[in-house]
């Protein structure tokens, strides 16, 4: 048992999963890294943790396997005796124009990115609710608001993510239980990265900031999102897009 509040991310072994893991930390939570395929990258975060101060700890679990969530959850409960904050970062893309696109691509992202996001918020709600408080966080996306061509499956997700998020946030609110949204815009990881370099300018002209964002700039507004601070804040989708979907 622990006398620190419990969070768990998602998705947590790089980009902004990794930056949310660090931030959660550093506001002195014990920090639950889940990842599914990149333990040692997942080490690395848990390490880096432990190295500031913090605690944490690692689980591996593919979000998309309804049971293996139960599992998952029902583990951290075990283990620490509650759970204060979910954090629903893990998402894949599979990116085709919609005559290209074969039914494979469409649902492995839609298992990954919404029905992962159901799945840990169907048994952690249980906990929650028990404790009469918790926050959850999923991620959504700026494209599950304005769609993007090329990313149907991926929009398609992340528009179901925020629709998720506002029917949750009603029927948890009663229970003291906070459900809010993050739309990152575009943002610099790995994934960004790999886009070409016309593509990336293209993007920019798009911002009207004119550049993208960072991890932690998306782990800033989660790390509010999950303080005492947003107490009274709950079924908001909170954009971190440099002012894309304004």
Do not use: W
């Amino acid at each position: 048992m622990t006398e620190k509040s419990i969070a768990v991310v998602t998705g947590a072994s790089r980009g902004i999963g990794r930056a949310v893991a660090l931030e959660l930390a550093g506001r002195g939570n014990l920090t639950v890294i889940n990842y599914n395929g990149s333990a040692e990258k997942a080490e690395a975060v848990k390490k880096e943790i432990e190295a500031a101060g913090g605690e944490a700890a690692l689980f591996q679990c593919d979000v998309s396997r309804y049971e293996d969530c139960e599992a998952f959850i029902k583990q951290v409960v075990r283990d620490y005796g509650r759970l204060d904050i979910l954090v629903n970062n893990a998402g894949i893309t599979r990116d085709y124009l919609i005559m290209q696109m074969k039914e494979e691509a469409f649902d492995q992202v839609l298992e990954v990115n919404l029905k992962g996001t159901f799945n840990t918020i169907r048994f952690a709600a249980r906990q929650m609710v028990k404790q009469r408080k918790g926050r959850i966080v999923n991620m959504a996306s700026v494209v599950g608001i304005h769609g993007n061509g090329g990313q149907s499956n991926y929009s398609a997700s992340k528009a179901g993510v925020i629709g998720l998020t506002k029917s949750v946030a009603q029927e948890l609110a009663p229970r003291g239980i906070t459900v809010n949204a993050v739309a990152p815009g575009f943002i610099e990881t790995e994934m960004t990265g790999a886009l070409p370099e016309e593509v990336q300018e293209s993007a920019r002209k798009g911002i009207p900031l004119g550049t993208f964002g960072h991890p932690e700039d998306v782990a800033a507004a989660v790390g509010f999102l999950t303080s005492d601070a947003a107490g009274y804040i709950t079924g908001q989708v909170l954009c971190v897009d440099g002012g894309m979907a304004m």
